[in-house]
Nanobody, 122 residues
Framework: QVQLVESGGGLVQAGGSLRPSCAASGRTFSSYGMGWFRQAPGKEREFVAAASWTRNTYYADSVKGRFTISRDNAKNTVYLQMNSLKPEDTAVYYC????????????????WGQGTQVTVSS
């Protein structure tokens, strides 16, 4: 069992930065692939970024070059550095953990956090 708690969302102007984090419980955190997803009102949840336990990283095309995912296995924490934010980045951001399957698919993830709101004003 893995419990995930996100924090660090907020309100920021376009062009600004935020760095949400996700703290995980459990002693097997390092063996999980970790992902960030987001869901805007009226839209489906979509993949944002993921990091394997070996720290390989994966990104959605819409955030490449602007967002960076990182993980600190000693602290059981994964981060999402978001730069050059745009109004279309506004969504609830969710952290998730997976043991196998595609990094890009929501169905592959076994555990989810409660989400943190990110709002980007124009």
């Amino acid at each position: 069992q893995v419990q995930l708690v996100e924090s660090g969302g907020g309100l920021v102007q376009a062009g600004g930065s935020l760095r949400p984090s996700c703290a995980a419980s459990g002693r097997t955190f390092s063996s999980y692939g970790m992902g960030w997803f987001r869901q805007a009102p009226g839209k489906e949840r979509e993949f944002v970024a993921a990091a394997s336990w070996t720290r390989n990283t994966y990104y959605a095309d819409s955030v490449k070059g602007r967002f960076t995912i990182s993980r600190d296995n000693a602290k059981n924490t994964v981060y999402l550095q978001m730069n050059s934010l745009k109004p279309e980045d506004t969504a609830v951001y969710y952290c998730a953990a997976r043991k196998g399957g595609s990094y890009y698919a929501t169905i592959a993830y076994d555990y989810w956090g409660q989400g943190t709101q990110v709002t980007v004003s124009s």
